[in-house]
Structure formats: C-alpha cells, structure tokens
Antibody, heavy 117, light 111 residues
Framework: EVQLLESGGGLVQPGGSLRLSCTAS????????MNWVRRAPGKGLEWVSV????????YYADSVKGRFTVSRDNSKNTLYLQVNSLRAEDTAIYYC??????????WGQGTLVTVSS | NFMLTQPHSVSESPGKTVTISCTRS????????VQWFQQRPGSSPRTVIY?????PSGVPDRFSGSIDRSSNSASLTISGLKTEDEADYYC??????????FGGGTKLTVL
C-alpha cells in the first residue's frame, strides 16, 4: 500500500524557515517524480514544486522561486521542502504527491505551516 | 503562464449528471495532460482522473474526463450523482516550462 507521510510543519515567524519532509513507502520511491502542493485557508490548491526521480531536475511556482528548495534522499525514501523567507501568504497545508505532472496518483495527509508573529 | 478557469460552484440532484469545465486561457489544452482531483472538507486531495481521461483503480466509472480542442477546455463528468460526491473539484495542467497550474476549484453540491 502506497503511503506518504508529511511532517515538519508548525508555527513560524515571518522571515523564518522550516524543512518539510515526506516519507514514502509501498512503492519504488527512486522511480517516481514527486511534487509539493499547498492549500491556503479559504483558497484553492496551488502547485508548489516538482522534483525528478533522480533529483537532478527541479521546478518551482513563481510564487516560491528563490525561497523554497525541493530535494530528495532516495536512500531514505524521503522528499524534502526547505522553505525560507516565509511570508503570511505561505500559511497553508502542504501536501506531497507522487508522480509526474499529469500523472499524480497518491497524496499524503498534509502538514500545516502557519506563518505569524 | 496560462490560467485554468473553472465555475465557482455547481449543484445537481442525486442520480443526475453534472459536468465541470476547465478552460485553458492560452496554449492548447491538448498540449499537456489534464488531471482532476476531488477534495472533501478536512481530507487530502484524491485523484479521480489522470492523463486527460484515465481513471485510477478504485475510482467509480461514474467519473469520466475529456478534452475539447474546439473550446480549449477539459471536462469532468460525474453521472449517477451521490451525496458522497459533494466536494471541491480541481483541474491541473502544466506547460513546457514544467510549471503546474491548478484551476480555481469548483464546489459541487448534491442536493
């Protein structure tokens, strides 16, 4: 059974940083691209980033480019999102999702990031 | 970048059929796959359609996806509506620069 478990969210002040993790099981992690998607309170889903299966290619939404960094450790079956220079508008539930764009199939339960002073 | 436009809300009665549209503002809808996701309150998104019209295992065949090149749009059709289908539905596509774009979401009410 495919499982994706996010962690690392929490309350952080504006300008602060966090590292989000997504631990995967039930599939060959190193064979699949992985994505981060977020949903802010009262808003819709927003695509954040995708990383290729090897980790060699990464892509970001314009709203997070230069502040967020996606990475993965295939030996640990874990996806990461380093979020820096956080703003109030980054407050959201962050989900990891398995697959290439157009082929996302499984989603985690999400981790909440709250940016507030 | 392009935008994907969805109706803000739709409503229909149980047993009926509803179609949710997703119109691409620029670039061809057929250039990149469209996906559809269902999100119920308090739950994670669930994939209901991938690669324009493919249904994951476990998703009822009441759910179907299509694209219409003439209107540059994609559609999600749900037939035989059930109260459990009440949720927010989102379309997603991407462009050649590998940036994902979600539609604004459609709230489906089954009443």
């Amino acid at each position: 059974e495919v499982q994706l478990l996010e962690s690392g969210g929490g309350l952080v002040q504006p300008g602060g940083s966090l590292r989000l993790s997504c631990t995967a099981s039930g599939f060959t992690f190193y064979s699949y691209a992985m994505n981060w998607v977020r949903r802010a309170p009262g808003k819709g889903l927003e695509w954040v980033s995708v990383i290729s299966d090897s980790g060699g290619s990464t892509y970001y939404a314009d709203s997070v480019k230069g502040r967020f960094t996606v990475s993965r450790d295939n030996s640990k079956n874990t996806l990461y999102l380093q979020v820096n220079s956080l703003r109030a508008e980054d407050t959201a539930i962050y989900y990891c999702a398995k697959g290439n764009l157009g082929q996302l199939d499984y989603w985690g339960q999400g981790t909440l990031v709250t940016v507030s002073s | 970048n392009f935008m994907l436009t969805q109706p803000h809300s739709v409503s229909e009665s149980p047993g009926k059929t509803v179609t949710i549209s997703c119109t691409r503002s620029s670039g061809r809808i057929a250039s990149n796959y469209v996906q559809w996701f269902q999100q119920r309150p308090g739950s994670s998104p669930r994939t209901v359609i991938y690669e324009d019209d493919q249904r994951p295992s476990g998703v009822p065949d009441r759910f179907s996806g299509s694209i219409d090149r003439s209107s540059n749009s994609a559609s999600l059709t749900i037939s035989g509506l059930k109260t459990e289908d009440e949720a927010d539905y989102y379309c997603l596509s991407y462009d050649s620069s590998i940036q994902g774009v979600f539609g604004g979401g459609t709230k489906l009410t089954v009443l």
